[in-house]
C-alpha cells in the first residue's frame, strides 16, 4: 500500500504530515509518495517511527515490503538487513539506505522531516 501526499507541504517547510500512525501496522511498513520522490515509513516493534529510502540498493527490494523488527528491516528479494536508524548493511557489504528524521505529533500524525 502506498499513499502520495502533496508537494505543496514540503516546499515551504520541508516537512509534511504523511496521515496517521495506525495505517501502518506494528511490525510492517508503507510507501509514501510527495511528488516524485517516495520513502519507506516503518512502524518498528520496539514502537520506533523510521523513514528510509524506498528500495534495497543490492537489487531495488521494496524495503516497505520487508521483514521488519527491533530497528531493522530485511530486504525480501536476497534477504539483505539494514538499521533502520543508520541505513547501513548489517551482515552484508552492501551500501546504506538513506534514513530520514520522522516525528509523531499528540494526534498520532506522522510527520517526515528533510533538513
Not at 5 to 31: D, Y
Amino acid at each position: 500500500m502506498s499513499a502520495t501526499v502533496s508537494t505543496a507541504a514540503l516546499v515551504k517547510t520541508r516537512s509534511v504530515a504523511l496521515g496517521s500512525l495506525w495505517q501502518i501496522p506494528l511490525g510492517e511498513g508503507r510507501v509514501f509518495t510527495i511528488g516524485e520522490r517516495s520513502f519507506a515509513v516503518f512502524r518498528a516493534r520496539d514502537g520506533g517511527v523510521h523513514a528510509t529510502d524506498p528500495f534495497c540498493p543490492h537489487r531495488q527490494g521494496p524495503l516497505a515490503d520487508g521483514l521488519v523488527g527491533a530497528g531493522t528491516v530485511t530486504c525480501p528479494f536476497h534477504g539483505f538487513r539494514f538499521d533502520l536508524r543508520t541505513g547501513c548493511a548489517i551482515g552484508h557489504d552492501c551500501p546504506p539506505i538513506g534514513t530520514y528524521r520522522v516525528s509523531v505529533d499528540a494526534y498520532g500524525d506522522i510527520h517526515l522531516h528533510l533538513e
